[in-house]
């Protein structure tokens, strides 16, 4: 019996599989579906404070405009006494899928105000979550912020959560910082328990014919699994904490590739919500047969066996074969 467990953000998980934030894991019978295909955690899709905060002013906007007995208002609908908020319906969703799971429920949170942050935090947390992760979408496109600016918003935001939250805290980044390495040691030192890499920032794309600007959301691909591998590969020896990878996991062979580069849990959206929930099982199955084909006993012997410190020629990982790469280019390949 080959051994599969990992440990992730202090969670003893049976496996590194885990359905990251989707429409998947918002829904009560799909997450039981992906916890019976051995699904190891979830984590739920992020609660937005933008979101609340637009229902709020909605809502504030609604009954002010009846009790003014202004025409927008319409004839009188009264908020009905059973109303819940899009902040109830997310706790009351952790609640169930907490009392329904027996595997670890990972909450996610998008906030845009530091009270957002720090009282949605405490929402989640009082609401079972076994782990926050901070999905911080912030695209750096103002030329007058530094990048050290752009840097302390993180390290700030997490320095408060920590002081306010107990559960583990992991940070979900995107791969666009100037040295990634250094950034997850101050989230280290911070008291993060861990890094998710790398969120994908979606991509506007530009109509042509309307010249609007339309947003787009297409899945990923394997081709993108390697930066992150590469990424886990160079920092494992050099951070401590969790690492988690996210962004192209499809294959087994995706996934065998970020726990030798040293991944603790590999993160599943796509390729799930291409396939459906029940594809967790054939890859485990997969991932059991390769271990064994290839001697290994468990998920923890073969773990970082090839990140950079352990890996044969570490230094394909860095520039050196930079040169060498660019010229076995063939116009035949
Ligand atoms: C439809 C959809 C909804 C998503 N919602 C969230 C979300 O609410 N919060 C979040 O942090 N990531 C969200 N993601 C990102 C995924 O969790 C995942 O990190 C990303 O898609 C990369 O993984 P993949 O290549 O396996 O899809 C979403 C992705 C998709 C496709």
């Not at 937005?48 to 009846?66: D, G, R, T």
């Not at 494992?236 to 726990?259: C, M, N, P, Q």
């Not at 570490?314 to 116009?331: C, G, T």
Request: net charge negative; with cysteine; hydrophobic share 40%.
């Amino acid at each position: 019996m080959i051994d599969l467990s990992t440990t992730y953000l202090g969670l003893k998980l049976a496996n590194p599989l885990i359905p990251s934030s989707s429409p998947l894991t918002a829904n009560l019978d799909d997450a039981k579906r992906l916890e019976d295909s051995g699904a190891a955690a979830i984590v739920l899709p992020s609660l937005f404070e933008e979101s609340v905060h637009h229902e709020q002013k909605q809502l504030e906007k609604y009954i002010h405009s009846q009790a003014l007995g202004l025409s927008e208002a319409g004839s009188f609908h009264p908020v009905p006494d059973d109303y819940s908020s899009e902040l109830d319906n997310y706790l009351e969703h952790l609640q169930q899928l907490k009392s329904t799971l027996n595997i670890p429920v990972i909450a996610s949170l998008n906030g845009i105000s530091d009270s957002g942050w720090i009282e949605h935090g405490k929402d989640l947390m009082s609401a079972g979550a076994d782990a926050l992760e901070l999905n911080v979408y912030y695209v750096a496109a103002d030329p007058d912020e530094a990048a050290n600016d752009v840097e302390n918003r993180y390290i700030n935001l997490l320095q408060q959560l920590r002081d306010n939250i107990s559960i583990p805290i992991a940070m979900k980044l995107s791969s666009q910082f100037s040295s990634v390495g250094n950034m997850l040691l101050r989230l280290e030192q911070t008291g993060a328990s861990g890094a998710v890499l790398f969120n994908r920032f979606y991509q506007p794309d530009i109509d042509l014919e309307s010249l609007r600007i339309k947003p787009q959301l297409a899945l990923s691909s394997s081709t993108e699994a390697l930066l992150r591998i590469r990424w886990i590969a160079l920092l494992r020896s050099r951070i401590d904490f969790s690492l988690a990878a996210t962004g192209g996991f499809h294959t087994v062979e995706d996934i065998i590739k970020a726990l030798l580069a040293g991944a603790d849990a590999v993160y599943l959206c796509s390729v799930l919500l291409n396939t459906g929930p029940g594809y967790c099982a054939d890859l485990l199955k997969q991932l059991e047969h390769w271990l064994a084909e290839h001697e290994y006993n468990s998920v923890k012997q073969m773990q970082g066996s090839v990140s950079r410190s352990c890996a044969i020629n570490p230094a394909a990982y860095e520039h050196s074969n930079y040169v060498d790469v660019i010229n076995s280019y063939s116009k035949d390949t």
